[in-house]
């Protein structure tokens, strides 16, 4: 089973909206991350926390805020987001970013949005 | 550009064939190959993953063998079973880039009964 927990794991949402999505893990890890799955894509990196700051934003739209409480607590706030971004998100976590390549990255289950 | 090149985009093995999916990649940095398994409806989980020091690597039924010169490395599913239907990613990552994943496009695998 995974450790990474995604909550909600569907969430409806119109274009004027504000939500949520929340990851949480408790495996100690200190880089978490969020993707982004288009259907019968790769996943694509949106956002790297590394030690709680955030390390990398891949040119992701403002209407992506991401935010890191603690280092087992990852959000990603949602306002005014467009059909197109209708998508499973996914976290994830490693034991290190920067450290060396190679550190496992564990993915939750994921999130579906549907944007209407 | 992609930078990690996966083929076929879909597969159909019998069961107990031999599935066999092939990635290629440009970046000569890249320093850690690993493969990541999806099944409908759940995140990727890590199956199995090689460095180029070592020419291929084996988990059961799961081999990884890896081409330096030809920068190309490929999965082999051995004794392919109906559970091992999923999506099949490759990636890449380099030391330079930390831990950020450069994936292939994927294959879905069809293990028939």
């Known amino acids: 089973d995974t450790e990474v927990t995604q909550t909600p794991k569907h969430l409806v949402m119109g274009m004027t909206n504000k939500k949520s999505l929340k990851c949480e893990q408790h495996?100690?890890?200190?880089?978490m991350y969020w993707y982004k799955q288009k259907a019968k894509k790769p996943p694509e990196l949106m956002f790297v926390y590394s030690y709680e700051k955030l390390s990398i934003n891949e040119s992701v739209p403002s209407r992506f805020s991401p935010e890191c409480p603690n280092s087992s607590l990852l959000n990603l706030h949602l306002h005014a987001l467009q059909p197109e971004d209708s998508a499973l998100y996914l976290c994830?976590?490693?034991?290190?970013?920067?450290?060396?390549?190679?550190?496992?990255?564990?993915f939750g289950e994921g999130s579906w949005l549907t944007v209407v | 550009q992609q930078q990690v090149k996966q083929s076929p985009q879909s597969l159909i093995v019998q069961k107990g064939g031999i599935s066999i999916i092939n990635c290629a990649y440009e970046n000569t940095a890249f320093d850690y190959f690993p493969w990541y398994q999806q099944f409908p409806g759940k995140g990727p989980a890590l199956l199995i993953a090689i460095r180029p020091d070592v020419s291929e690597k084996k988990e059961g039924r799961f081999t990884i063998s890896f081409n330096k010169s030809a920068k190309q490395f490929s999965l082999h599913i051995m004794d392919s079973q109906p559970g091992d239907s999923a999506t099949y990613f490759c990636?890449?990552?380099?030391?330079?880039?930390?831990?950020?994943?450069?994936f292939g496009g994927g294959t879905r695998v069809l293990v028939k009964p």
């Open positions: 495996m100690g890890h200190r880089a």
């Open positions: 994830a976590s490693s034991q290190d970013h920067w450290t060396y390549s190679g550190n496992t990255i564990y």
């Open positions: 990636a890449a990552s380099s030391e330079a880039a930390g831990n950020k994943l450069t």
